[in-house]
């Protein structure tokens, strides 16, 4: 994928067919690259800044779809809407003399490290995106403050009150709708003889929870085999345990994870989750949607009073061209 800049009769630009960011290449000798398209406050994007931005927008796109005109322009706005949105809180955080120390920025580092099996594919996650290690944990890093500032400017939103829940369950009641439900034990091993031995056992009364605790291999074992409260047809091995009564064993059952002994602990008719069960999701629900909106507010106001300048005219004129280079 190439960035294109056509002739612009202002600034009597000519096409510059080799400036293809994705192999690093740099712009043409007259300094294209080095013009200021976007101005927050004392922050500069620069033409060759908002291309390769450009590029990381539009990657998921096929060759194709890159090139529509609409994909084209929305991921312009994207580019421009989060470079303001970054410098205003670049500022905000300069102002409140918010920052993130080096040990916090390792210890984010880390945890996201720990997602990934080794640092080979850490890394190759890193050049998949076409990012440094310096760059990603600077961006990093960037992360954390957004999440500091956001987190101040909603600190003094209260609580959703019991009206506001109620309301809100009241007003979204099926998003509750419940199936059938048992709160379920399980005992799972790899080896069909071992089940079947496991099975006689617990027909001689031995407690379910501690044969789960010291044969199953599944994650739940150490917790007396507890999968917890399972709906009906969310899986289908769990379906074959709604023909059990309370406290009822199955047979030896066999999937792909290996073979299964279930026990229902409970069980539940469908219907709907009451309030109480709900109340804690609800709240964070409402909250999420106030600090949503006390954000942009505060960004609207942000925005606002500051100063902005856009080179509307040098953006337009960045299209972009999905053929190899020559």
């Not at 996201?112 to 594919?121: E, F, T």
């Not at 050049?127 to 957004?146: M, N």
């Not at 009822?248 to 009451?274: C, M, N, T, W």
């Not at 999701?281 to 925005?303: H, N, R, T, Y």
């Amino acid at each position: 994928m190439r960035f294109v800049m056509k002739k612009s009769p202002v600034l009597g630009l000519f096409a510059f067919m080799g400036i293809v960011i994705l192999t690093g290449c740099q712009f043409g000798s007259n300094k294209v690259g080095s013009q200021v398209v976007l101005q927050v406050n004392e922050h500069k994007l620069t033409a060759k800044d908002f291309a390769e931005q450009l590029v990381v927008g539009l990657k998921s796109f096929d060759a194709l779809a890159a090139k529509d005109p609409n994909n084209i322009a929305r991921a312009k706005n994207d580019v421009i809407k989060n470079f303001i949105l970054q410098s205003i809180i670049k500022d905000y955080a300069k102002l409140q003399n918010i920052q993130i120390s080096d040990s916090e920025l390792e210890a984010e580092v880390n945890s996201v490290r720990s997602g990934y099996p080794d640092d080979l594919a850490f890394r190759r996650m890193l050049a998949q995106e076409g990012l440094s290690l310096s760059g990603w944990k600077e961006s990093l890093r960037q992360t954390l403050v957004d999440q500091k500032v956001f987190k101040i400017i909603g600190e003094k939103i209260p609580k959703p009150t019991t009206e506001e829940i109620k309301r809100y369950y009241d007003d979204n009641k099926d998003k509750y709708r419940r199936r059938e439900r048992i709160y379920l034990r399980q005992i799972i091993v790899d080896d069909l003889t071992k089940a079947q031995s496991i099975k006689d056992e617990l027909g001689k009364k031995q407690d379910f929870a501690t044969l789960a605790s010291k044969y199953s291999v599944a994650p739940e074992a150490k917790s007396g085999g507890v999968v917890g409260w399972v709906e009906k047809g969310s899986v289908d091995i769990f379906d074959k345990a709604f023909l059990l009564p309370v406290g009822g064993i199955s047979q030896v059952l066999e999937s792909s994870y290996g073979f299964h002994i279930f026990k229902v602990d409970r069980k539940a008719p469908a219907g709907y989750a009451s309030i109480e069960e709900v109340r804690d999701q609800i709240s964070q629900v409402i909250l999420g949607k106030k600090e949503q909106a006390e954000f942009m507010g505060w960004l609207d106001k942000q925005i606002r009073t500051a100063r902005v300048m856009k080179n509307t005219e040098l953006i337009q004129s960045i299209s972009v061209e999905t053929r190899g280079t020559k």
